[in-house]
């Protein structure tokens, strides 16, 4: 039998991604507490540990805003001078964190990681088939990246205690009632616990 012939029996495990979403200043500051910073850290190490692919995502816009429509949710950016372009420090990775060089971070331009961005070609040149969703807000970028990743035929599992959202009752029913129609919805160390079985 040719080498080829032959598939190594790691050939049908998943391919998995972390997308860490979110994690800049101007949204993390807001949160009180850094809980959801530790724990996502540790997913952070946890997947580098298992040889998983980070990718960091942040949401930022050209100087001026000209991605943002008047009529679009966005549109009070555009009053609010560079608080949210590419170059300011609100938009930057949040300090609690170092992505590695070979970590790519995803600029966004809407509450998906999807829209505005290049994440899911750089997806596709990963190959990955599964994604772990990481991020703030539960309401905002994780239900939004886990809504359009389902339709694009992701696996997906949901980090609960690595997402936050400013309304606990939303992050509850969420995580509880709605995520888990479409996700494995697990906590950080049971996650990272699951990669060495």
Same mark, same amino acid.
């Given at each position: 039998?040719?080498? *080829?012939?032959?598939?190594?029996?790691?050939?049908?495990?998943? #391919?998995?991604?972390?997308?860490? !979403?979110?994690?800049?200043?101007? +949204?993390?500051?807001?949160?009180?507490?850094?809980?959801?910073?530790?724990?996502?850290?540790?997913? =952070?190490?946890?997947?580098?540990?298992?040889? +998983?692919?980070?990718?960091? =995502?942040?949401?930022?816009?050209?100087?001026?805003?000209?991605?943002? *429509?008047?009529?679009?949710?966005?549109?009070?950016? $555009?009053?609010?001078?560079?608080? !949210?372009?590419?170059?300011?420090?609100? $938009?930057?990775?949040?300090?609690?964190?170092?992505?590695?060089?070979?970590?790519?971070?995803?600029?966004?331009? #809407? +509450? *998906?990681?999807?829209?505005?961005?290049?994440?899911?070609?750089?997806?596709?040149?990963?190959?990955?088939?599964?994604?772990?969703?990481?991020? +703030?807000?539960?309401?905002?970028? =994780?239900?939004?990246?886990? #809504?359009?990743?389902?339709?694009?035929?992701?696996?997906? $599992?949901?980090?609960?205690?690595?997402?936050?959202?400013?309304?606990?009752?939303?992050? #509850? =029913?969420?995580?509880?009632?709605?995520?888990?129609?479409?996700?494995?919805?697990?906590?950080?160390?049971?996650?990272?616990?699951?990669?060495?079985?």
């Amino acid at each position: 039998m040719s080498a *080829s012939a032959s598939a190594p029996a790691s050939a049908s495990a998943p #391919r998995r991604v972390l997308l860490a !979403m979110d994690f800049q200043h101007g +949204i993390a500051d807001r949160f009180a507490g850094t809980e959801v910073l530790d724990r996502a850290a540790e997913a =952070v190490d946890a997947a580098r540990a298992a040889d +998983i692919p980070v990718v960091w =995502v942040r949401v930022a816009f050209r100087p001026g805003y000209p991605e943002v *429509s008047p009529s679009s949710g966005f549109a009070r950016l $555009t009053g609010a001078g560079d608080a !949210m372009t590419e170059q300011s420090a609100a $938009t930057a990775i949040h300090a609690s964190f170092s992505p590695r060089e070979d970590e790519p971070v995803v600029v966004k331009r #809407r +509450i *998906s990681a999807f829209t505005g961005s290049d994440l899911e070609v750089l997806l596709r040149g990963l190959q990955a088939d599964s994604l772990v969703l990481a991020g +703030i807000s539960t309401s905002g970028v =994780v239900l939004s990246t886990l #809504r359009q990743a389902a339709d694009l035929d992701f696996t997906l $599992t949901v980090l609960a205690d690595a997402c936050a959202d400013s309304d606990e009752e939303v992050h #509850r =029913v969420l995580t509880q009632k709605v995520f888990p129609r479409q996700a494995e919805v697990t906590t950080v160390q049971e996650w990272a616990d699951g990669l060495g079985a």
